[in-house]
């Protein structure tokens, strides 16, 4: 694990301690940032279940202005803290041990955020809720991206599957708004793209009086 480019090229990440942080893959990070390309010069961002850091830090190193980081492990924290430093990007670093529902609370109508990620535990279902908690304190403008992943299920058929557009049919996927309805019209989706198993999917804020609709 490691920051691909910018001022912060090459260097090699700490994991947290432990087995609960699972680190987003290069390739995947790669993907991400080639999408993110033009909208993270002088941005600020929000890493919410920031693990080791590695998305907000990737930002930074090529040109976000300020980055939030915010985990409830102790292990991700100090790994985030360890990792701000080896990157020389501390200084513009915000990092926060606490849960991302009282962070959320705390954080509406203080700050705005160019660029949210969003990598909760797969199996834990707080993506929903953490989306809901984002729309009600205010912290996204209209140009705002969320970028979220998650993981799909593999029914045992679609095991041997090779290529990602064949695997894409027999994916179960995992809806990121909770079958929530009304939370579906708070945003649009902008791209949703399969790695493997994991899924990206990039959302901004819905204008109001606008119907949801996603780009292919």
Request: aromatic share 6%; hydrophobic share 35%; charged share 30%.
């Amino acid at each position: 694990m490691r920051i691909i480019t910018g001022s912060a090229r090459g260097t090699k990440l700490e994991s947290p301690a432990g087995e609960t942080t699972r680190p987003t893959s290069d390739r995947v990070k790669e993907a991400v940032f080639s999408m993110l390309q033009f909208d993270i010069e002088g941005s600020a961002v929000l890493d919410l279940f920031a693990g080791s850091g590695q998305m907000g830090l990737e930002a930074l190193s090529r040109g976000a202005e300020k980055a939030t980081f915010v985990d409830i492990s102790r292990e991700a924290v100090d790994a985030i803290t360890a990792n701000a430093r080896k990157t020389h990007l501390i200084a513009k670093c915000r990092i926060i041990s606490t849960g991302f529902s009282p962070f959320l609370r705390g954080e509406a109508g203080r700050e705005k955020y160019d660029l949210i990620f969003l990598d909760p535990p797969y199996d834990s279902k707080l993506l929903p809720k953490a989306l809901r908690s984002i729309a009600d304190a205010g912290l996204c403008s209209s140009w705002t991206t969320l970028v979220c992943e998650t993981d799909c299920d593999i029914p045992p058929k679609a095991t041997r599957l090779r290529k990602d557009e064949d695997a894409a049919a027999e994916y179960i996927f995992r809806d990121i708004f909770g079958e929530d309805e009304e939370l579906r019209k708070k945003y649009r989706t902008v791209k949703s793209t399969l790695y493997g198993r994991t899924r990206i999917t990039l959302l901004q804020p819905q204008p109001e009086g606008e119907d949801a609709e996603a780009d292919e």
